[in-house]
Each structure stands twice: as C-alpha cells, then as structure tokens.
C-alpha cells in the first residue's frame, strides 16, 4: 500500500513538473508575439532595444534584445524551436531553467555587443535557442543522467545540422555572431548549474 501511494506521489510530481514547464514557455513564446505587435503597432519603436556594439549605453538593452524581433517572420522562425528546446530545458526545474536561461541571455549580449559588426542592430530569441541547445546537448553528460544523454543526442541529430550553419557566417543579415555566442554559452551554463550527485561517505571497518 505504502508503494502504491508514494507511486502516485511521484507521478502527480512528474504531471505538475509537466505542466509547469509546458505554461512557462507557452507564456514566454506569447510574450514575444506580444511584444512584436506593440513593436508594429508603434511604428517599430521598440526595433531601438536591439544591441548596437561597442557603445555603453546599450549595454541595458541586451536582456529587451532577447525579447524582441523585427517582423512577424522572424518572431514565427523562432517559435517552434524555443518551444521544444524551452520545454525540455524547463523539465529540469523552473528555478534552473530561469537560471540557465539568464545566463545564455547576459552571455549571448555581451558577445553580441563585444564583436558584431559596427552599427548594427541584433535582436531576437535565437541565442537563448541555441543556448539552449548547447545546454540540452552536453546536460546529460555532465549530470551524469541517461535520459538527458539520450535526449541531447536526439536534439543533436535532429537540428545540429541548423545549428552548425547558424554558427558561421554564411547568411547576410542574420547574426551569426549571436547564434555563436548563445551556443557556448549554453554549453557553460551545462557546466555552472549542474546538478550534484550525493555520494556516500566512505567508512572504515
């Protein structure tokens, strides 16, 4: 009896770690469409929070950057991978997520501000999308956890190829630049807030 409840205490655990995952991305996603139709709306006034390197007074904008597109187009190519990345990223704990999220946003402007090209403007959710992918593909590995391992190999060979052209600079227009810096900053993120295992003391006869 005793196993039958803890049984159903953990499953109710797994269900609510679910959802709780699912609302936090589902919400996030939304805010980024939202924030795009304010941004339309305005006549594109908030296009100015994006990051244009090397000057100090945008180092403010490097977390609204992550937030913020230019056009409808850019906010829907990054839907679908934000979801699935965020999600499986999420399932591992809000708390961490929030964290590792954090991180990859500060790291990925920094960078961005650091070496994009001089007067340019760069915005968007994809360098928290290949962060997260960073952080999905090497998670397993340092936390020492099967499932995370079989999960970052599945992310690996369904988007790797996407990713590793994002990386280089093959495509006018887009920040290359960003999709960089995201990237490892995803891999440390794996790194800073890895879970650590309790061992058992050893003990003497």
Known sequence: MAGTAGGGVAARSGADRVKAAAKLIVAWVALLWVLEAVDLAS?????????TPR?????????????????????????????????????????????????????????????????????????LIFGLFGYLLVRGFVDRKPLDIVVGLLIGATWGSTILLGVTPTES??????????????VAAAFVFRRRTRTAPALTA
């Open 43 to 51: 006549g594109h006034a908030l296009d100015e929070f994006g990051i």
């Open 55 to 127: 000057e100090f007074t945008e180092l403010r904008d490097i977390v609204p950057a992550a937030f913020l597109h230019f056009g409808f187009g850019h906010v829907a190519a990054n839907t679908v991978p934000l979801l699935v990345f965020g999600f499986l990223a999420a399932l591992g704990g809000i708390r961490r997520f929030l964290a590792v999220a954090a991180l990859i946003v500060v790291a990925d402007g920094v960078g961005v501000w650091l070496v994009s090209p001089a007067y340019s403007n760069t915005a968007g959710a994809s360098g």
């Open 173 to 186: 227009g887009v920040s290359w630049q960003g999709h960089l810096f995201g990237l490892l900053a995803g």
